[in-house]
């Protein structure tokens, strides 16, 4: 069964996967960097399809992905998808959290389409908007502002070790 990472831009979804995917032995995937492989530099691809066209392709990255043992880092807004949110029901789903304040320094210097005008404020308002998703999707929340990515990694495995 895969495991779930899910959360805000910046929430440390890629690097904690990745470290999660090694402390367990399982193949990592980031659904972000399939996409790259596939369809070219995310940001590009928002400047020249839009970001409706971006969530059909990231869907059809994220089905495949989930049918796959492995520790799984989604896109922040890939739970907007009416079938990753119904996919991710059955699945160990983590939330990784941060706080506006921690977040801004992780940010700094990202080419993520959705920050480009807004930046800090624009994150504040997607991750209220997304919220409510996360909340229901969640099985375990972590806040990331003040751990380490190795400290991280271990809650999950304590906790996924204690799950099964
Ligand atoms: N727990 C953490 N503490 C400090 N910095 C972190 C932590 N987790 C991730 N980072 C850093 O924050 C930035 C964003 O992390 P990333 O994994 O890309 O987030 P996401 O995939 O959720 O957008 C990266 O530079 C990463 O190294
Ligand atoms: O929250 C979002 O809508 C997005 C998050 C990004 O991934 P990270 O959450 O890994 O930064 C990436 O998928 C794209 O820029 C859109
Ligand atoms: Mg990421």
Do not use: C, N
């Amino acid at each position: 069964m895969p495991i779930v990472l899910i959360g805000p831009m910046g929430a440390g979804k890629s690097r904690v996967g990745q470290r999660l995917a090694s402390a367990v032995d399982a193949p990592f995937i980031d659904t972000d960097v399939r996409i790259t492989e596939r369809y070219g530099p995310i940001d590009e691809i928002f400047a020249r399809e839009g970001e409706e066209y971006f969530r059909i392709i990231e869907r059809e990255i994220v089905a495949d992905a989930l049918r796959e043992e492995s520790v799984i880092s989604l896109g922040g807004g890939a739970v907007l998808h009416p079938e990753t949110q119904a996919d991710l029901e059955d699945l160990p789903v983590v939330w990784l959290q941060v706080s506006a304040e921690a977040v801004a320094p992780r940010l700094s210097g990202s080419t993520r389409p959705l920050l480009a005008e807004g930046g800090i404020g624009a994150w504040k308002a997607i991750l209220e908007s997304r919220r409510p998703v996360y909340e229901a999707l969640a099985d375990l929340r972590i806040d990331t502002s003040r751990r380490s990515v190795a400290r991280i990694v271990e809650e999950i495995t304590e906790w996924f070790g204690g799950a099964r």
